[in-house]
């Protein structure tokens, strides 16, 4: 009998109780997008759909520990980090990283709630340019985060563009900036290569209030799209194409008081089942 196995995704990123960001958010898109989700929690963010009231940090070691204990055992087709809010989980993590050099990864850096404050200090900021950027096959900026990185104002597609191309030489591979905070309606977001040339994707703007957890979607999605073997391009593109229906899905949907989720189960896969060499 033939051994099978499902494409597995690891998630390294922050606590959501509400349900609709964070590991929270990970743990259903991998789910619906046919893969076998793992996890390693860096943060214990307070938080629902109104905002985040606070963060409680987890210990280094601990981080440590659960990443040890993942690739023992069950080692990742993609990684997708989300929240790291220290130097010290920064570096952790790249060590991890180091050591398992074949794996992609997709960074969405986390820097910015939604209310606008920042989330992490300018001192995580320089280690994750330093120690996370050179790793990621992609990084996922909002345009918010792309300001902050750019060290410029990101208010247009204009923007965007110089933007982008600023944070290419952060020392990336590819970039994907989300342009979901332009004021149009159409939202354009930009894919920049390694070899240097720039995609534009454009999508419908819907009227909602439920996009809470829609960065940490994204790059969940594409990841699990380069799990199942799709190309980075093909994943980028699809991820964002999920992203888009999941969010129509639940454009009417009222939870919360706040900013609410998206339907993550809007068209769940059947899990794809790979034979194991």
């Given at each position: 009998m033939k051994k099978m196995t499902y494409p597995s995704v690891l998630s390294i990123a922050g606590f959501d109780g509400s349900?609709?960001?964070?590991?929270?958010?990970?743990?259903?898109?991998?789910?619906?997008?046919?893969?076998?989700a793992t996890t390693v929690l860096t943060a214990l963010p307070v938080q629902n759909t109104t905002g985040v009231k606070s963060i409680f940090s987890i210990p280094v070691t601990v981080v440590e520990e659960q990443l040890k204990s993942i690739f023992d055992d069950i080692l990742p087709s993609a990684i997708k980090i989300g929240m790291v809010h220290t130097p010290q989980l920064v570096e952790t993590i790249a060590k991890s990283l180091?050591?398992?050099?074949?794996?992609?990864?997709?960074?969405?850096?986390?820097?910015?709630?939604?209310?606008?404050?920042?989330?992490?200090?300018?001192?995580?900021?320089?280690?994750?340019?330093?120690?996370?950027?050179?790793?990621?096959?992609?990084?996922?900026?909002?345009?918010?985060?792309?300001?902050?990185?750019?060290?410029?104002?990101?208010?247009?597609?204009?923007?965007?563009?110089?933007?982008?191309?600023?944070?290419?030489?952060?020392?990336?591979?590819?970039?994907?900036?989300?342009?979901?905070?332009?004021?149009?309606?159409i939202l354009t977001s930009l894919y920049f290569k390694e070899d240097g040339s720039v995609?534009?994707?454009?999508?419908?703007?819907?009227?909602?209030?439920?996009?809470?957890?829609?960065?940490?979607?994204?790059?969940?999605?594409?990841?699990?799209?380069i799990a199942q073997g799709e190309s980075l391009e093909n994943s980028v593109k699809m991820g964002q194409d999920y992203v888009h229906q999941a969010i129509f899905h639940a454009k009417d949907v009222v939870i919360g008081k706040g900013n609410g989720p998206l339907n993550h189960f809007f068209n769940p896969q059947k899990l794809i089942k790979y034979e194991m060499e």
């Open positions: 349900g609709g960001a964070g590991i929270q958010a990970d743990l259903k898109t991998i789910s619906a997008l046919g893969c076998y180091t050591e398992n050099p074949n794996i992609p990864v997709v960074f969405d850096p986390v820097m910015v709630a939604t209310s606008g404050h920042k989330l992490i200090e300018d001192p995580t900021i320089k280690s994750i340019v330093t120690h996370l950027f050179p790793l990621a096959s992609v990084i996922t900026p909002n345009m918010d985060e792309a300001s902050l990185l750019a060290k410029m104002e990101v208010k247009s597609l204009d923007d965007m563009h110089t933007a982008g191309r600023k944070i290419m030489q952060l020392g990336c591979k590819s970039v994907l900036l989300k342009g979901g905070h332009l004021q149009t309606d995609i534009e994707y454009e999508y419908k703007r819907y009227e909602t209030n439920n996009m809470h957890g829609s960065g940490c979607t994204l790059s969940s999605a594409i990841s699990s799209y």
